[in-house]
C-alpha cells in the first residue's frame, strides 16, 4: 500500500517538474525569440472568385516581418467589400493585387455592372446624346418619338438611367466632353431593356441628362401631336 502511495506521489511530482521545466523553457525561448511580427489580412475560408468580401470571410493573421509582401493588406477594411480577383484559400494572405472596388472598371465593363443589372448598347448622334456632353456614370432619361397611322407621340421610355461607357470609353473624363461617339452604353433592368430596344428601333431616342442631386422621376409623361397643336 506504501509503494502504490510513494508511486502515485512520485509519478505527481514527476508531472508537475515536467510542466515546470516545459514552461522554464518557453518562457526563455520567447525571451531568445527577437522576431518582429505583424498582423496581416488572410482569407478565414475558401473563397471563390468574384466574391464580395464581407468581414466575416476575412481575419487577421500575425506573421513575422521578414515574411510579410510589400502589397499585403494590414487592416481588414482595406478589404471589406471589395471583389476578389482570383480564388482564395483558407489562411492565403490578401494583397492588393487580389482584389478590385465593386463597380469598378479595370477588369472589364462586367465589373461595373450593379448585380441584377445588364448592359445595353444604342445608337446616338450629336442631337441624341446631347451634343456628346454625356460622361461614363451619368445618369439620364430617355425619350422616344414614334410615327403611327393616326398620330405622333413622345413619351418617357426610362427614367434615371447609368450610363456605362461611351462608343468603348468606360473612365469618365471630363476631357472626353464633347468628342463624337457612335454608341451609348446603358445600364438597365432586364425587364425593361426589351421596352428600350423597341423604342430606338421603332422610333426616335432622345436623351436627357440628370443632376447628379436627383433621384425623382417624372411619371407618365407624354404628349401626342394633335396636343401639342391644340387640337
Known amino acids: 500500500m506504501i509503494n502504490k502511495k510513494l508511486l502515485i506521489i512520485t509519478l505527481i511530482i514527476s508531472i508537475i517538474t515536467a ?38 470571410l476575412l ?35 490578401i494583397l492588393g493585387t487580389h482584389i478590385m472596388d465593386q463597380f469598378s472598371t479595370e477588369e472589364g ?10 448592359a445595353l448598347t444604342l445608337d446616338i448622334n450629336q442631337v441624341s446624346a446631347l451634343n456628346y456632353l454625356i460622361l461614363p456614370g451619368d445618369k439620364v432619361d430617355i425619350l ?15 427614367e434615371n438611367i447609368k450610363v456605362l461607357a461611351l462608343g468603348t470609353q468606360m473612365v469618365r473624363n471630363i476631357q ?30 432622345r436623351m436627357l441628362l440628370r443632376s447628379p442631386r436627383e433621384e425623382g422621376r417624372v411619371g407618365e409623361g407624354r404628349i401626342t401631336l394633335q396636343e401639342l397643336l391644340g387640337r
Open 109 to 118: 465593363l462586367a465589373y461595373a455592372l450593379s448585380p441584377g443589372m445588364r
Open 19 to 56: 510542466t515546470a521545466a516545459y514552461l522554464y523553457l518557453e518562457n526563455i525561448k520567447a525571451e531568445l525569440d527577437t522576431t518582429e511580427y505583424i498582423e496581416v489580412v488572410v482569407a478565414a475560408v475558401n473563397i471563390p472568385q468574384d466574391t464580395v468580401l464581407s468581414k466575416d
Open 176 to 205: 472626353d466632353q464633347g468628342r463624337e461617339q457612335q454608341t451609348i452604353t446603358l445600364q438597365v433592368n432586364p425587364t425593361n431593356a426589351p421596352k428600350l430596344v423597341l423604342a430606338s428601333e421603332a422610333g426616335n431616342i
Open 144 to 158: 422616344v418619338t414614334i410615327n403611327t397611322n393616326e398620330t405622333t407621340q413622345t413619351s418617357y421610355v426610362l
Open 59 to 93: 481575419l487577421m493573421k500575425k506573421i513575422p516581418v521578414e515574411y510579410v509582401h510589400p502589397d499585403a493588406a494590414l487592416q481588414i477594411d482595406m478589404v471589406a467589400n471589395k471583389i476578389n480577383k482570383v480564388p482564395l484559400t483558407k489562411g492565403e494572405g
